[in-house]
């Protein structure tokens, strides 16, 4: 029996096909991709410029409280889009992202339960009481001693985001080079130290840019080119 090579023949449609079903269905993943990561990082960067450094007995609790609320959905989408960078890579890298993207959402949104919303509502409780007892309040709050529960579930929340980004960082490596990889390793390290501005908007900030350099790299990259069907 002989094989040819046919270059352009109507026997290689449904194959041709079943590739343009391939690129439109990572096409929508792209976009799904980019409108994750910018609504995330805009989200954040707002989120980190309103929220304040502390807050205490007599303070407004309402945008404290609100922002706390919205947090766990921008953890949520945070957690969707490191998915979504290395939904297809292989590697150990690859591997490590999306295992510890779960513990990061856990641990994160633990942080935000206790340390935002619990501490929030507790002072919003000691702003109705008398004088005498909202003082008995903030000396609770102000206790010399360590916030074990607290520290903890702060550490474990740095440090899952810390694994779970710059393991998606060094897993896009293979696509985007080395730039992308760098300054998303960068901004997560920042990111890391916490939410509230500073680190919060300009960390969550240069691992966007990070991701936005990798997807124009993608776009600048060279489409495979087009191989000649063996038919028998």
């Known amino acids: 029996m002989k094989t040819r090579i046919i270059q352009d023949r109507p026997?290689?449609?449904?194959?041709?096909?079943?590739?343009?079903?391939?690129?439109?269905?990572?096409?929508?993943?792209?976009?799904?991709?980019?409108?994750?990561?910018?609504?995330?990082?805009?989200?954040?960067?707002?989120?980190?410029?309103?929220?304040?450094?502390?807050?205490?007995?007599?303070?407004?609790?309402?945008?404290?409280?609100?922002?706390?609320v919205v947090q766990p959905f921008l953890i949520l989408l945070v957690a969707f889009s490191i998915w979504l960078l290395v939904k297809d890579l292989p590697g150990r890298a690859a591997q490590i992202a999306r295992v510890a993207i779960l513990p990061y959402a856990i641990a994160y949104s633990m942080l935000d339960a206790?340390?935002?919303?619990?501490?929030?509502?507790?002072?919003?409780?000691?702003?109705?009481?008398s004088a005498a007892d909202a003082a008995v309040v903030q000396r609770a709050l102000d206790g010399?001693?360590?916030?074990?529960?607290?520290?903890?579930?702060?550490?474990?929340?740095?440090?899952?985001?810390?694994?779970?980004?710059?393991?998606?960082?060094?897993?896009?490596k293979q696509v985007g080079g080395l730039g992308p990889t760098l300054l998303m390793v960068v901004g997560a390290a920042v990111f890391a130290v916490g939410h509230p501005f500073p680190p919060g908007p300009i960390g969550i900030a240069l691992f966007g840019f990070g991701v936005a350099w990798l997807e124009l790299m993608r776009e600048r990259a060279p489409a495979p080119e087009t191989q000649p069907v063996l038919v028998p």
């Open 144 to 172: 010399s001693d360590p916030d074990v529960i607290g520290i903890t579930v702060w550490v474990a929340a740095g440090l899952t985001w810390l694994v779970a980004a710059v393991a998606a960082a060094v897993a896009v």
């Open 11 to 68: 026997e290689a449609e449904p194959a041709a096909a079943a590739g343009g079903e391939l690129d439109a269905s990572r096409r929508g993943d792209t976009w799904i991709l980019r409108g994750a990561v910018a609504t995330a990082v805009i989200g954040y960067v707002i989120l980190g410029v309103l929220h304040p450094f502390e807050i205490e007995v007599g303070d407004e609790t309402s945008l404290y409280l609100a922002l706390h």
């Open 114 to 129: 206790i340390a935002g919303i619990a501490l929030g509502q507790a002072i919003r409780e000691a702003n109705g009481m």
